[in-house]
């Protein structure tokens, strides 16, 4: 089943295995742009059925950590440009991977050194990467966030519609919405962090509004085909607080999400972020939401293909191993074992360790 065709949204993919977006932290300087490097890295990872691209920020407040590519100015339209021609070029498929960290965030990467914004003024117990007092790279504490005014959500809004504009403009397949990991839309949808008594707090609908007014923003430019939207139900990643209404949350979103008819909706498995009942959720949301289903966390192949059979997931998207095997479906499909990921070249650098990891031949 893993290496069947199968239609999302408005592509029909060669298989159902998608590459997971991962941060490398490798943007060319100055301007965070994605670089020549970047393009044959993700066209050497084209035997996926999908590439979703490493997380990437719709606008400067939205940054988080040194030498991510931005999706904001003319040169990263340029060099995301020359990322999705490269993976058409070896016929692959591109998602864009849209970002606003919100509070996980730190004062040296926002414009004039203001606070980061967030649903709230509580401080995340988690490190940006900025620069320190002598201006050297480093892994900070995040500072103190203000909580958004409505004119800023407003913006918020408005820069992913651009963003979906540039990464169209740039010629990828779609965009994906990051609402996952404890970063700015994650932080609306937790009613344990969550502590706003305005439109965007409070009720399910309230703490889902920024989300899915973010989702109609880029759906009005891409067309509902070409969107997903990545969510972590009951994750703790980023100092994200245990949610008592996770499942319904999920479930509320499922709905809204289904009901939209976007290309996908993809989860990082619950049972990844440690929740027993994990597989229950998952069958219950996608049930509900009617759309394909992407599920990523800690996948083999034996374990993907169970995921497929069970109808928990239609497709399944694997992060780390996709890092150290360029050609991990092949590899999945014959059996054949997996180059060993270096912990030491995952985030910054050049080549090594992110374009020299070997193919079979
Ligand atoms: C180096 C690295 C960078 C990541 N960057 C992102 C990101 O930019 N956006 C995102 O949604 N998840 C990101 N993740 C999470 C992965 O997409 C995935 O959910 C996680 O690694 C679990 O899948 P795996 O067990 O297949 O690696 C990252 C993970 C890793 C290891």
């Known amino acids: 089943m893993l290496f069947d065709v199968f239609p999302v949204g408005d592509l029909l993919l060669r298989n159902r295995v998608v590459m997971a977006p991962m941060t490398r ?73 849209l970002w606003h960290v919100g509070r996980i965030s730190h004062t040296s990467l926002q ?24 201006g050297n790279p480093a892994y900070l504490p995040c500072s103190e966030p203000h909580a958004a ?107 809204q999400l289904g009901r939209r008819g976007l290309a996908y909706v993809h989860y990082v498995d619950p049972q990844f972020n440690g929740y027993a009942d994990g597989a229950q959720l998952l069958r219950q949301a996608r049930d509900k939401a009617g759309i394909p289903v992407i599920v990523c966390g800690d996948m083999d192949r034996s374990k993907a293909e169970r995921y497929l059979q069970e109808e928990l997931a239609d497709l399944i998207a694997f992060g780390r191993p996709f890092i150290a095997n360029p050609d991990l479906p092949v590899r999945l499909h014959m059996g054949a074992p997996l180059n060993a990921i270096d912990e030491a070249t995952i985030y910054g650098g050049d080549a090594h360790g992110y374009t020299d990891y070997p193919a079979l031949r």
């Open 149 to 255: 005014t409505g004119a800023e959500i407003a913006t918020v809004v408005n820069d992913f519609r651009r963003a979906t504009e540039n990464a169209i403009a740039a010629g990828c397949d779609g965009v994906e919405v990051h609402g996952a990991n404890g970063y700015l839309l994650d932080q609306f949808l937790n009613g344990a962090l969550n502590d706003r008594d305005d439109d965007y707090g409070g009720s399910l609908a309230n703490r889902a509004r920024l989300l899915l007014e973010v989702i109609d923003a880029v759906v009005a430019v891409a067309g509902p085909g070409r969107v997903g939207v990545r969510l972590s139900p009951h994750g703790s990643f980023n100092d994200m607080p245990a949610d008592p209404e996770a499942d319904a949350m999920t479930l509320y979103l499922a709905e």
């Open 25 to 97: 932290s490798r943007a060319g300087q100055p301007g965070d742009v994605p670089t020549a490097l970047a393009a044959e890295y993700y066209a050497q990872r084209t035997g996926a059925g999908l590439i979703i691209s490493e997380a990437s920020p719709v606008s400067p407040s939205g940054h988080g950590y040194l030498w991510t590519p931005g999706i904001h100015s003319a040169e990263q339209v340029a060099g995301w440009k020359r990322v999705a021609d490269a993976v058409h070029g070896s016929s692959g498929r591109i998602f864009l991977q």
């Open 111 to 134: 414009p004039g050194g203001a606070a980061p914004l967030s649903s709230t003024a509580k401080r995340a117990d988690a490190q940006a990467f900025g620069r320190d007092a002598q």
